[in-house]
């Protein structure tokens, strides 16, 4: 039975320990989502994670409706993400880009005109604009030539993030987003070839999977998923039927990693998780299961020991603990994070976590 600190591999991607930095938004990337030195020191510090998983990045516009995320559309902003990649590799880790389209959850002052879904609905509560929180806009259906041209975008964007010097991507399948929202029965009310049943709910996220690993080799990507949770009012009638014939799918598509956000206890929004789904998929898929979510170091121990997990994934104690490997090695008490700063910008709260050696000699 593998433990936390033994090898993985994972595609092309070689693993020195099975902790694993989740993906997580910090919104220090302005406007323009281009990454900056800042954001080069906060992923640096945290290099010896088995693997970063990078903050959710826009692949187009079109698609990025947090205020000041990242993306990996122009540029720019493949320039700033080299900076960042050149520090984590120079720091000795190994970082994958997370792709992100938000689908209906993007406000159109943030994005491109109405925002798009699997079908016209509506988000429920709240987005955040640069102007404070405002109620969401109802999406419309993408049409066909709009589902080639996102996916066109995810490839436009999975090449930038190699040229920019990712070792790899992560499609963000998870959280209630345009992938979801498309998996989800609760909010796919399509009749065409992508709605209807778990097959056709399936070919949207199988279909970026194939284009992404074809434009840069399926050993380069992994996918995300939040089977347990309703989250952002994206939920699904039969999540354990539709997440095993998922798993089924990314065996065939010979997909060499996946991370599950399966939540425990309700979530920072808030979602209440049904009841875990990762022993329904395991059987089915051979690759890589990284587990996440409301994981200590022991507990960590304690899951990896039950043999579904091949890795753990850690989110709020990553922004606490730039040194998490180390303190899980020693067992030493984690830093508790501020959730005020976790959106806040600046340096604060972002760079200025302390490591245990620095603790200790302050
Ligand atoms: C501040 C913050 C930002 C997050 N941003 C993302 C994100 O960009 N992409 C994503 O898939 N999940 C995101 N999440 C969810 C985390 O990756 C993770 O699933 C969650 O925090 C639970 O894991 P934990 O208990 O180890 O923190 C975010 C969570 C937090 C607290």
Redesign the pocket.
Known sequence: MAGLFDKLEMGSISLPNRIVM?????ARAGREGVPNALMASYYAQRASAGMIIS??TGISREGLGWPDAPGLWSRAQVEGWKTVTDAVHRAGGRIVA?L?HMGRVVHPDLGRGQPISSSPTTAPDYAHTYEGNKPYVAARAATHGDIRRIIADYIWAARNAILAGFDGVQI?G??GYLIDQFLRDGTNLRTDEYGGSIENRLRFASQVLEAVGDAIGMDKVGI?FSPNILTQGVEDSDPTRLFTALATRLEELKVPWIEL?E?HQP??AGAVPTAPVSPAMRPYYSGAILL????DGPSAHGRMAEGIADGI?????F?ANPDLVHRIAVGAPLNPGDSAT??SGGAKGYVDYPTLNEAQAA
Request: zero cysteines; hydrophobic letters at 30%; glycine letters at 4%.
């Open positions: 989740a993906p997580l938004t910090r903050e959710a997370q992100w963000h998870a959280n995300r956000r939540a979530t920072s996440n979510s409301d994981y994934s850690f989110g709020r104690p922004i976790f959106y």
